[in-house]
């Protein structure tokens, strides 16, 4: 009964180097999405992914990238982290049909510093 | 493109009692969803109630309701009988209704920090 996992909770980066966000969910929904969350901003979509194979930009791209390796995972990389992508990112899934049509189901966060 | 606004980014109410949460949206869609999540301090989000914008009654969950005005644009939660743990982050969103790809995407406000008194 996972859900949405996202590894790592935490993570503490130093300015320029990369890493990557993972994601998971075992409830076979087609879209999948990345947001982050910083203070009195809200959630705001990085990139998402309506079906295996596709990606799309959301309202904050700029220094992300992402891959859909198939129908359950999705990840969010940063090639060279800057100060302003410390954040709290969620990743969330999607259902495109049926009673739950709509609603996003989101992994518990990751919380990044970049020093 | 589609914005959804929350005016008061901190509430509080009495253990006990009634409070209301506003939310407004700007679209120019006639299908879509509307959405509360509740974020608790463990970081979670948690969906607290939908509502379908050609359903006219107001959606109700237990002690939450909405008061959803299309015309006005507004879709408020109200949350009866406040309980210590309704303390948490609110976020109103917002989701185009049309089927396709890409639609799914929810815009979210910025939030409401709901305090619970004891």
């Known amino acids: 009964n996972a859900g949405v996992t996202q590894t790592p909770k935490f993570q503490v980066l130093k300015t320029g180097q990369s890493m990557t966000l993972q994601c998971a969910q075992d409830?076979?929904?087609?879209?999948m999405y990345w947001y982050r969350q910083d203070p009195g901003m809200g959630l705001r979509l990085i990139y998402y992914s309506a079906s295996e194979g596709t990606t799309d930009k959301g309202e904050v791209p700029n220094g992300y990238n992402v891959s859909r390796l198939n129908k359950r995972e999705f990840s969010l990389r940063l090639e060279s982290a800057a100060p302003s992508q410390t954040s709290v990112y969620f990743c969330a899934s999607s259902a495109r049909t049926g009673a739950l049509t709509g609603e996003l189901f989101f992994g518990e966060g990751s919380r990044l510093t970049v020093l | 493109a589609q914005t959804v606004t929350q005016s008061q980014p901190e509430m509080s109410v009495q253990e006990a009692e009634t409070v209301t949460l506003s939310c407004t949206y700007d679209t120019s869609e006639s299908d879509y969803y509307l959405f509360w999540y509740k974020q608790p301090p463990s970081r979670q989000m948690i969906l607290v109630i939908r509502q379908e914008a050609y359903k006219q009654q107001n959606a109700t969950e237990n002690r939450f309701s909405v008061n959803f005005q299309k015309a006005a644009k507004s879709f408020s939660l109200k949350i009866s009988d406040s309980q210590l743990g309704d303390a948490a982050m609110y976020f109103c969103a917002y989701r185009r209704g049309l089927s396709g790809f890409g639609n799914e995407k929810l815009t979210f406000g910025t939030g409401t920090r709901l305090t619970i008194i004891p």
């Open positions: 409830m076979n929904h087609n879209s």
